[in-house]
């Protein structure tokens, strides 16, 4: 945590004594150091018990609500209200085009309403939204319910993520957004599992099964939502989990945070143009189309795949989904932990995007079912890492506050362009092979890889800048806007 942990707020006028004085706080190895680190690790391992499950489980809720269609689909839903040809996948669409205009604004507001007001009263709507789809008759329903799904979902993803970047350092953060996804893996698994249950809940008060699926987990969602007004917390300062002790170290943590990047936890417009004008925040982007793609693609029609691709079992396809999630899951925490070891962020992303290429040209061949299962692993394997390190590797970039929430902004308004993209790929009514999608998803995670030698050639670049300036004796104008440009601000790559 060399540079967040160690900075002072002191003037910027002599840059080679502030990098002076940052060596020498590095190597601070005395007995009262030694235990204020010690202290500080207990204080993470509490908000690892606190503050990450409950960003946990409203991932996983959120994923599972929005997931669940492909299960309804597999278990009778498409017939029973009489979709037609595409619908279904208009219906997937859909849900992203609403997700997308509420996330950008959300990233800029989210804060300024408190993340303890905004977070339990956009999971109890999308509760009561999904509940509802249980009663729908038709496609007009259906649209309708997912609409409103997408923009209250679209609420929730900016705000968890900027909540834990008010608790977490930036050295912190890559494993506790991995959490996120890997809760969104655990979504797949756990969805699986709800799904082979009710289908014995099929014919229950002459309901199918479908229609349970949509309305207990409306229930559970809404139940969490009214848990969350008690265990969201408004800042650390009334945590309720936190003695006065803990409180002294999280003040200290937010102003060596605050001394880093220029923070002041206020957003405006000069915060909005800064990340709009910087092409990292349109590259990371950019590259997150292709990998949501993937990502929302395989996490929706997995189950369908499985079922008319694979020529398995509607019972089957329930279930065969859940260790390929676990995996996902498994695969991507080792991933974000070697990250955050390493303090690397490119080498994880450019090791694993081949796995799925390959997952994927299998797919692609004339192999046997089994041989095509075994690939959806190899696809898990880079599907979450690559989304959620994309993510992190973005977010820890960028200073102050307001530009990091803007580019925050930037990255997950682009985003679900690939779901709606995801929603069009793997047509219900194509042959069983689905070539489309899955040729498209090879080419989004080639075009990623891509993407990350130009991200990483970028950082490289910009951090020579840096050096050059420190050597030439650089000094701050005063009064500026303090932003990730400048040279004692170093990228982690």
Known sequence: MADVDNKEVVSLEDEKNQQVTREYLQQDESPESVDAKKKEAALVRKLDCFVAPVMMLLMLISYLDRGNIGFAATQGMTDDIGLKGSQLNTAVSVFYIFYILAEFPTSVLVKRLQFNRVIPTI?????????????????????????????????????????????YTREELGVRVAYLFIASALSGAFGGLIAWAILYMDGVRGWPGWRWLYVIEGIITIAWAVCCIFVVPKNYETAYFLNDAEKAIMRQRAERMEAYSGGSGKHGKADIKEAAKDIKSWVHGIIQIAVVTILY??????????????????????????????????????????????????????????????????????????????????????????????????????????????????????????????????????????????????????????????????YKRREAGKDRKLAEGYVRVEGSMYTDREPDFRYQI
């Not at 989904?321 to 990250?339: D, E, H, R």
């Open 123 to 167: 999971t109890f709507c999308w509760g009561l939204v999904c509940l509802c789809t249980g009663f729908v008759q038709g496609f007009g329903g259906l649209v309708t319910t997912r609409i409103f799904l997408g923009f209250f979902e679209g609420c929730l993803f900016p705000s968890m993520t900027l909540f834990l970047c008010n608790w």
């Open 297 to 458: 693609g395989f996490g929706t029609f997995l189950p369908i795949i499985i079922k008319n691709g694979f020529q398995y079992s509607t019972k089957q396809a329930q279930y065969l989904v859940i260790p390929v999630n676990l995996w996902g899951a498994v695969v991507y925490g080792i991933g974000a932990y070697l990250s955050d070891r390493y303090q690397t962020r490119f080498w994880p992303l450019i090791l694993m995007a081949p796995v799925g290429i390959v997952g994927y040209a299998i797919l692609l061949s004339p192999v046997s079912s089994g041989v095509r299962y075994f690939a959806t692993y190899l696809i898990s394997t880079a599907c979450f890492l690559c989304t959620g390190g994309n993510i992190t590797w973005l977010s820890g970039n960028c200073a102050p506050d307001g530009k990091r929430a803007a580019s925050l902004g930037i990255l997950l308004t682009l985003t679900n362009i690939g779901g709606v993209v995801s929603g069009q790929i793997y047509q219900s009514n194509a042959a069983p092979g689905y070539t489309l999608g899955h040729a498209w998803s090879l080419g989004c995670l080639g075009f990623a890889w891509c993407g990350w030698w130009i991200v990483r050639a970028i």
